[in-house]
């Protein structure tokens, strides 16, 4: 664990004021309404880090009169009480401030609205909790001590139950602290461990992962998890992860397959894109042409997956032979006198073969290469 420094109020303060973004938005705010920087973005002002893209403001008030009052385009979620709109080339996400019930472990809250300390409190760690008054003079409201929190490096859930009314902040604890270098404090780690991910729906579990796989950090996430014994990863995940993550940053690759989806296949293996992968790693095609037929149906991910298993030949494929293209089409077939049919098919691919293997070159050898297929 290691001490951080964090910026002083005076210079948060600074900090904030020079967001025309947020100055925007208060000068819009009706007589009586309260509005609040929150989330991540308060926790990487005060560490001193970078604004990001979007910002997320609580509004203790009406969201849809400040949506209205601001002009900005946007969309809102009357049911939700929230809103999303572009204010000066920035997104701002708008939440009515509120509070949380559940009624069963991993159900999705009931929610009323309330002040920003039940706001707050509703949030999933200490260091989630911290808001700024976006008043003349801001002032930081931080009633879970989340501060220290940031200094001493730690991830810390606001109350015992937190991970039984929502198991997935145990997925986003893995997120931070990989991201941040922090670590879980001594009163969550049990409890984190403990989380019963089986109460939550499988595309609210999906979208977490999902969220970790886009981290630049995420073998480590993956690798804490695992650690955690939570979402059936294994040990050697981050091992693989490293590895496909390291083959889309070869020439060639990076358009292949996503960064999500092949960091999850590599968290958690599909088996039958496994055994393919691993059927293209122990292959030894003997031309060009046998190595696109090889290759020839299997998705961006399993090719990416086969050639972290150790198929080296696929990287001239991926940079060469996938890009190599007919001069001839169909329709010179059918003007040669071959009938509309599979024939026109065969006769491609026999020319397509014999250009990789270096047997034809130019129209007039294509040509005789698919009249010569289409003909025996």
Do not use: N
């Not at 050697?236 to 020439?251: F, H, S, T, Y």
């Not at 496994?274 to 149906?297: D, F, Q, Y």
């Amino acid at each position: 664990m290691t001490d951080r420094s964090l910026i002083t109020d005076e210079k948060l303060a600074e900090r904030i004021a020079a967001l025309d973004t947020l100055g925007a938005v208060r000068d819009a705010a009706a007589s009586g309404m309260r509005l609040y920087l929150v989330g991540g973005v308060v926790r990487d002002l005060l560490l001193g880090a970078e604004v990001p893209g979007d910002l997320d403001v609580a509004v203790d008030g009406e969201v849809e009169e400040l949506v209205v009052r601001l002009g900005a385009p946007g969309t809102v979620h009357e049911r939700f009480g929230t809103a999303s709109v572009d204010v000066a080339g920035m997104r701002v996400d708008l939440a009515r401030t509120r509070a949380e019930t559940y009624v069963r472990p991993g159900a999705l809250p009931d929610v009323a609205p309330a002040g920003i300390e039940d706001d707050l409190s509703r949030r999933d760690f200490s260091v989630s909790a911290i808001a700024v008054s976006l008043d003349d003079a801001p002032a930081v409201i931080d009633p879970h001590s989340g501060r220290a929190d940031l200094e001493a490096g730690l991830i810390r859930i606001l109350h015992a139950s937190s991970f039984r009314d929502d198991p997935t902040r145990a997925l986003r604890a893995a997120r931070y602290c990989a991201r941040l270098s922090f670590e879980p404090a001594e009163d969550t780690l049990d409890p984190l461990r403990q989380a019963d991910l089986t109460t939550v729906s499988g595309d609210r579990i999906r979208a977490e992962l999902e969220r970790i796989a886009e981290e630049p950090a995420a073998s480590g996430a993956f690798a804490l998890l695992a650690d955690w014994g939570l979402a059936d990863i294994d040990e050697a995940a981050p091992g693989r992860i490293d590895a496909v993550l390291a083959v889309l940053g070869e020439r060639g690759w990076e358009e292949v397959a996503g960064r999500t989806d092949v960091v999850l296949a590599a968290a958690l293996p599909d088996p039958a894109v496994e055994a393919g992968a691993l059927r293209l790693a122990a292959a030894h095609p003997e031309s060009p042409s046998a190595a696109v037929r090889l290759a020839r149906g299997r998705s961006g991910v399993e090719l990416v997956v086969a050639r972290a298993a150790g198929a080296g030949w696929l990287d001239q494929l991926i940079r060469e032979w996938r890009h190599v293209k007919l001069e001839i089409s169909g329709g010179d077939l059918l003007a040669a006198g071959v009938e509309e049919g599979p024939a026109i098919g065969a006769g491609l691919e026999a020319a397509r073969a014999a250009k990789l293997d270096g047997a034809a070159s130019g129209r007039e050898q294509e040509l005789a290469a698919a009249l010569r297929a289409v003909s025996t």
